[in-house]
């Protein structure tokens, strides 16, 4: 599993130098090493270090697609997750709206796999930039299958004056789970991103009364290519 991972995350980072030409197509990505893998307050990894990378397609008419893979070790709900997203992005003035569909993948002794829809509007006001967004999940989510998900959440920026390098990073959610009993969950913390070297540092939680949703401190270092 670990050479697995590691051709994967190499794939990555050479796909774009391999793929750039002069065209209406934009390639990013990113590889990165977290503290902790945190979905909606949730801890995937037992609280262990986790490798992750994505790489993405980007069109200059609004159309993207990409992934995002993750190894979570043996103490996770699964060896690796994989992430595959699509989606349409467009500008209305100051606003920003943005239409996808996730496909999640677990993958460990068996592969388990939950598609989910999502809507976000956002804009920058300069002192802050806001995001707000609906995700529908018909067939659960890792933590609750095979139960309707409707999840609403808000993101929040705030730079830091005089630092421009200096992001205060924050995030709201409210998870309405079929048969059972909705969920909050939040985060707050520092982002500091120099050149292409994004470093952060954040407390997230979860409403949920289990282990794995126990509130941490979770840091991260990312290179974006």
Do not use: C
């Not at 794939?11 to 503290?35: H, K, N, R």
């Not at 262990?48 to 069109?59: C, E, I, R, T």
């Not at 520092?190 to 979770?218: H, P």
């Amino acid at each position: 599993m670990k050479k697995l991972i590691g051709a994967f995350a190499l794939t990555l980072a050479l796909a774009p130098a391999s793929l750039a030409q002069e065209s209406a197509l934009e390639f990013d990505g990113y590889v990165g090493l977290a503290s902790d893998f945190r979905d909606r307050g949730l801890s995937l990894s037992a609280k262990d270090p986790v490798f992750v990378a994505s790489v993405g397609a980007f069109h200059e008419n609004g159309l993207y697609g990409g992934i995002v893979g993750a190894y979570l070790g043996e103490d996770g709900i699964g060896d690796a997750k994989a992430e595959f997203y699509a989606g349409y992005q467009m500008d209305r003035g100051d606003y920003i709206y943005d239409f996808s569909v996730e496909l999640d993948s677990y993958h460990g002794d068996t592969s388990k796999y939950f598609p989910e829809f999502k809507a976000t509007v956002a804009r920058d006001f300069g002192l802050a930039f806001i995001r707000g967004g609906a995700a529908y999940s018909p067939d659960g989510r890792w933590s609750d299958p095979d139960r309707d998900s409707f999840y609403l959440y808000t993101d929040l920026e705030v730079p830091v004056p005089n630092m421009p390098e200096l992001t205060i990073i924050s995030r709201l959610g409210y998870d309405m789970r079929q048969d059972r009993t909705n969920v909050w969950d939040w985060g707050i913390g520092v982002s500091v991103f120099i050149n292409q070297i994004e470093l952060s540092v954040m407390y997230e939680d979860s409403g949920r009364d289990s282990d794995m949703g126990t509130g941490a401190i979770v840091a991260g270092a990312r290179f974006y290519f």
